[in-house]
């Protein structure tokens, strides 16, 4: 028998459009979509988030009024989880600045099946290290 652990998955939705986004994410084959990361709900303890999350949805796991770790799927590697700290009791640790659309700072650079994937979260988006280097060139090369 499975015990099923649950996630508060309303307690940072707040409006209607939100909850019609967050049930149609569940529709089979939704994570192909190029949805926005979105903190969708919160847990009291690590080990109560779900092993299958809601595609680009993002767990916050809270102690009290104080934000501990944050857990999403990689956006490349779909069935990888990232668990990052938000405690700065603990190095290193990272930090949500906009809620429900997430942006994360500093860069999450995690290793998958000997794979590299290194991206920031802006606006929900993951913009990938390698386009931001390459932006960037294109700008220096753009000199007069």
Sequence with gaps: MEVRLTVSYDSTITSVWQHLGLAVRRLPGSRYLPWSYIVAGTAEAADEI??????????????????????????????????????????????????????LYPSVDAYHSGQRCHFWVRQGKPKWVEEIADDRKGLLNDRP
Excluded at 87 to 98: A, F, G, K, L, N
């Design 50 to 103: 779900p092993r299958k999350l809601i595609p680009r949805t993002v767990v916050v796991v809270r102690v009290g009024d104080r934000r501990t770790w944050i857990a999403f799927d990689c956006p490349r590697h779909h069935n990888e989880r990232v668990m990052l700290n938000l405690s700065t009791r603990r190095r290193p640790c990272w930090r949500i600045e906009q809620e429900p659309k997430l942006t």
